[in-house]
């Protein structure tokens, strides 16, 4: 019991385990940023696409 109390108290008296978790946090806030982006440029890329399909598909056979 007293081993488990020393490593409690390392671990407390420790600054790994604040750090993991502002990476933790920073990665995650990274990740969101990332997503919406890719999902605005999808959504972006697809009304193009579509314009471009309707566009061609409209005009006059040769």
Do not use: H, W
Not at 29 to 41: D, G
Not at 47 to 53: E, K, L, P
Request: one cysteine or more.
């Amino acid at each position: 019991m007293k081993n488990f109390a020393m490593k409690l108290k390392r671990f407390l008296k420790s600054e790994d385990g604040p750090t993991a978790v502002e990476y933790a946090v920073m990665l995650s806030l990274i990740i969101v940023v990332c997503l919406t982006a890719v999902t605005n440029i999808g959504k972006k890329a697809s009304t193009t696409f579509t314009n471009v399909a309707n566009q061609l598909g409209t005009g006059t056979a040769a």
